[in-house]
């Protein structure tokens, strides 16, 4: 990437912050009850001018560049199953929502060639850790999870 | 139609589980672990105690009948937060009516709540079924050893000669110490000035370290502290048995009730079978009585005041009554 | 000298057994990702009802020491605290087990909790009266500015730049505030029903740390590459690290003494003991730009102020009642069922049961070293973990962790979202530590701010910097800043000069 279109990427996320600082000041500052909102209309002033600094800092290069490039196809896989895992957990279950994220991740992610292989990797790693998880939290510690239609 | 097939699962599972040795169709309530919803964090007061007085639960006899709740535990769950309404809120919109699901209430503070929060706060006594009252921590007036204060007169002749000085601390607010302060207010005819501590014992370490002046508190976290503090009242009609020199507030002069004083004891949300609400109401009362109960409070000097689903009933809507007139001016 | 008598209490069969695997599970609790200590003295109350008093709290000591340790051993080798007092360790224990030196960084952790836990106990032996009037002498305005100092701290943990770690600990401190205002009852910013108790701090720590990491190492799987690029494993003598831990007699007082000091405060909480030494430490040393690159003198000052924390956080918790610390709140709960009140009764007519317990604390130092050595030595497997396996047991132990902490589905939400968000945010130079410090303060500060307000009513500003411990903790506050400012302008002009060279 040249230094240009680097620059422009600063300036942008400098900005998005500021709009960010923005946004947090307005729901704060502009409420009835003042005196409870008195200290998140404090923190949110300092994130005001902070993010401004920062805006200008930007502006004028006065900063060191700490950007790391986003690999944003890699995560997503990993991000829905999170999701969808755990917007199904309270239904269906927690040990079976879990099992299947551990099962779907540690497939996908496998740097395994032979797909039976990384199959039964899986499977065995998966059920491996779900009883680990079993015994640390179901008998030691006797957590009580949601009733769910399976486990 | 979602509730039959969860049931068929579930039955399902468990003749998976016993082979269908054990006829599942014959047990009685309960046949499961029962949960118990305790509005506050682990280690405070209505923690220690819940914890206490469910710990015989699944008891059994010496030829091995169970003795209470047919041999099932009662789990103690902490959902914390802004004074309980978190824990409370989550129990009556979540909580499923089949007698698995129980929750610890503390009063004033639930009714209190419901009257000055009526939009945020999703409970009220009427979505909510009693089942009994296992103890009542009576509201304390404390002072700092050091205090010039050394009885209700000569607080109240303060409060009287400096309006809004007087600062006093208590655990949160429209608890069962606010209450106190605002009954104390009411019948002293004086303004003071109410600092929230955010939790019984915070409020108690105001009064130690002398960061308010005076401090309404629980009588069982102030009786342990009597070397480096001074009682002068109990917000109750009679003196305490764990503190029989303090005067009551009445006794001081002063037209209060026992409308503060915290009671504790666990519920049910509304739609719980009868047949269920009437094992528990039968059962509960029997195992707070057992002898090691009895034995841990009295250790950990936590008063215990056994009522039974009626009496609690007829508390529930007495405190509502008195409670909507005290707060009127207060709510929201 | 009293405690001395009772250690032959400690020494009988039953109290040795309770403390040995009271300490092994302490340290396995407090290594894996999620489970704090707090939680684990919980969980564990329920056994204590049907055992002695004695061998019950000390069975509730020696998990207490052995999980404030043990949180370091999953932050050094997977870069996720174990609780928040842990958070100052990860800052160079990471980058340490990166560069190799992974049984090294544990080998310090274990050596500095020791040495900083020895010492807390022995200031609960012998400074417990004039302790217990200094903790009594924090009210709302010394802990407000306890917290600010705490806040200027944040400064140092940016990594990059100053003024972007700035910004995270003030939006750290803003995502505090959601929820219910703690003084005035009033419900705030509660934009999804998940969000109605507020950020819980175990869910924000697990889900800014634990959730970013999981998708580095997905990233880095999917690259074909099979586990982390750590260095070759180095490895390391006990005997050595001794030594070289001895050495860094500086980092090690400057935690032990930040440690004691910040134990003592009630409510300040062994959170931030560990990130005020470090930033003492880093501020203090003649290199300060090592630091966050895997310095060994981080983790040294971390942990032996986070282990030195425990002592002094019980001496108002045994004689006022008052905990120092969260986990101290569960104990006091630990010590009423038992039938012992806090108060002077506690080290007279009880002191067979008290004595007993404090000489056991010390004792369980010592199994701490001994069982957090041994996990040293095995901690090297970890680094073969392939990362898919890592993100996904990872992954299951931060939902389970966090649903555990209050049984609640909200809290997993609101750990993921934050999780993700981190990790972007983390692309672009912000990292989660300041973020975290500011949700641990963000309530303390508020509530006692707004609580000296109530207090002082009309003369609000005198009432804040009057007071001998305000003025000094103020004095602090801006020495901490002006620090920052100088350090900050030092780097720009560096780096001005650089490019002018270029």
Not at chain 2, 131 to 155: E, M, Q, R, Y
Not at chain 3, 73 to 100: C, E, R, W
Not at chain 3, 418 to 441: E, K, N, T
Request: glycine share 10%; net charge neutral; aromatic share 10%.
């Amino acid at each position: 990437m040249n230094i240009k279109a680097i620059l422009i990427r600063r300036l942008y996320v400098a900005l998005l912050v500021l709009l960010l600082g923005g946004y947090v000041f307005k729901v704060s500052y502009f409420q009835e009850n003042s005196e409870a909102y008195l200290f998140p209309s404090i923190v949110a002033g300092l994130m005001l001018i902070l993010s401004m600094l920062s805006f200008v800092r930007e502006v004028f290069d006065l900063c060191v560049d700490d950007f790391k490039p986003i690999p944003l196809i890699d995560q997503t896989y990993a991000i829905i199953v999170m999701v969808v895992g755990v917007s199904v957990a309270e239904w269906l279950g927690m040990y079976v929502t879990t099992f299947c994220i551990l099962l779907l991740i540690s497939y996908w992610y496998s740097n395994q060639r032979d797909k039976g292989r990384r199959i039964i990797n899986s499977v065995l790693f998966s059920s491996g850790f779900i009883g680990f998880i079993y015994i640390l939290f179901s008998v030691t510690l006797n957590l009580q999870l949601p009733k769910g239609l399976l486990i | 139609m979602n509730i039959m097939r969860e049931k068929f699962s579930r039955i399902m599972l468990l003749c998976a589980l016993s082979m269908g040795l054990v006829p599942v169709a014959m047990a009685e309530y309960p046949e499961d672990v029962i949960r118990m919803t305790v509005a506050y964090g682990p280690g405070g007061a209505t923690d220690f105690q819940a914890r206490i007085v469910t710990m015989m639960a699944a008891q059994v006899d010496k030829e091995g009948n169970p003795k209470y709740l047919n041999g099932q535990p009662i789990v103690v769950l902490n959902r914390p937060g802004a004074g309980g309404q978190v824990g409370w809120n989550s129990f009556v919109q979540k909580a499923r009516p089949d007698g698995y699901e129980l929750a610890a209430y503390n009063v004033p503070h639930f009714i209190s709540q419901s009257i000055v929060f009526p939009d945020k706060v999703k409970y009220n006594i009427n979505n909510l079924e009693p089942i009994a009252n296992w103890g009542a921590d009576p509201a304390v007036l404390i002072v700092n050893k050091d205090s010039p204060f050394n009885s209700v007169k000569d607080v109240v002749e303060y409060a009287r000669d400096n309006p809004d000085k007087l600062t006093v601390s208590g655990a949160g607010l429209y608890v069962g110490h606010h209450i106190a302060a605002l009954q104390f207010d009411r019948a002293a005819g004086v303004q003071t000035k109410y600092v929230p501590a955010g939790g019984g014992v915070k409020g108690l370490q105001f009064v130690l370290g002398s960061q308010t002046m005076a401090g309404w508190n629980n009588l069982s976290d102030a009786f342990r502290s009597q070397d480096r503090l001074k009682i002068l009242a109990v917000a109750d009609l009679q003196r305490n048995d764990f503190l029989p020199d303090v005067p009551t507030l009445k006794e001081s002069g002063l037209d209060v009730d026992d409308s503060s004083v915290n009671f504790r004891g666990i519920m049910a949300p509304k739609g719980t079978p009868a047949d269920v609400l009437q094992t528990l109401a039968d059962k509960v009362p029997a195992m707070f009585k057992d002898g090691k109960v009895v034995k841990k409070m009295k250790a950990g000097g936590s008063p215990m005041h056994i009522m039974s689903r009626e009496e609690v009933q007829a508390m529930w809507k007495e405190r509502q009554t008195y409670l909507t007139d005290l707060l009127k001016d207060l709510r929201k | 000298m009293e405690f001395l008598h009772y250690f032959s209490e400690v020494f009988t069969w039953a109290n040795i057994t309770i403390l040995v695997l009271g300490t092994v599970g302490g340290l396995l609790l407090g290594a894996t990702p999620g489970l704090s200590p707090t939680m684990a003295v919980a969980l564990l109350i329920p056994f204590t009802f049907h055992m002695e008093p004695a061998s019950s709290l000390v069975m509730l000591g020696a998990v207490y020491t052995a999980t404030v340790a043990g949180g370091a051993v999953s932050g050094i080798l997977v870069n996720i605290p174990g609780a928040p007092a842990n958070i100052a360790t990860i800052m160079d224990g990471y980058p340490m087990a990166k560069q190799g030196k992974a049984v090294q960084a544990l080998h310090y952790c274990f050596i500095s909790s020791f040495v900083g836990g020895f010492t807390g106990v022995l200031l609960l032996i012998f400074f417990t009266p004039p302790l217990a009037d200094l903790a009594l002498k924090f009210g709302p305005a010394e802990l407000f500015w306890i917290s600010i100092f705490g806040i200027t701290i944040i400064a140092s943990l940016g990594g990059g730049s100053v003024v972007k770690g700035l910004i995270a600990g003030t939006a750290g401190l803003w995502l505090s505030t959601i929820g219910y205002n703690p003084v005035l009852g009033e419900e705030r910013f509660v934009f999804s029903e998940h969000l109605a108790g507020g950020i819980h701090i175990i869910a924000a720590l697990i889900g800014l740390f634990a959730i970013p990491q999981v998708l580095t190492l997905v990233a880095q799987s999917r690259l074909y590459k099979d586990t982390l690029e750590f260095a070759e494993l180095h490895s390391h003598g006990v005997w050595q690290s001794f030594i070289y831990n001895i050495k860094r007699i500086r980092a090690l007082t400057i935690g032990t003494i930040s440690g004691s000091i910040v134990g003592v405060i009630p409510g300040a909480g062994g959170q931030i003991a560990g990130l005020v030494a470090y930033d003492q430490t880093l501020k203090m040393s003649k290199d300060p730009s090592s630091f966050g690159k895997g310095n060994p003198d981080g983790v040294i000052a971390a942990e032996s102020a986070n282990n030195a924390m425990v002592g002094p956080s019980l001496v108002p918790l045994l004689t006022l009642g008052i905990p120092g610390s969260p986990t101290a709140a569960v104990l006091l709960g630990g010590l009423l069922i038992n039938g012992l009140f806090p108060g002077p009764d506690l080290f007279t007519i009880h002191g067979a049961v008290t004595w007993t317990f404090i000489d056991s604390l010390l004792v369980g130092q010592v199994l701490m070293l001994v069982f957090g050595l041994l996990i040293a030595r095995y901690s090297g497997f970890v680094a073969h973990i392939p990362n898919h396996t890592m993100a996904a047991a990872v992954i299951v132990l931060a939902i389970f962790g966090t649903y555990s902490v209050q049984n609640s589905v909200s809290d997993v939400w609101v750990m993921l979202a934050l999780g993700v968000f981190m990790y972007y945010a983390s692309r672009i130079g912000f990292s989660p530590a300041p973020l975290v410090l500011g949700l641990i303060l963000g309530q303390i500060t508020e509530t006692n701010f707004l609580q000296g307000r109530l207090i002082a009513g009309d003369e609000a500003w005198s009432y804040f910097v009057s007071g001998g411990i305000s003025q000094i903790v103020i004095a602090l506050c801006i020495v901490s800043i002006t620090y920052s400012i100088y350090n900050e302008r030092k780097v720009i002009i560096r780096r001005r000069e650089e490019d002018a060279a270029s």
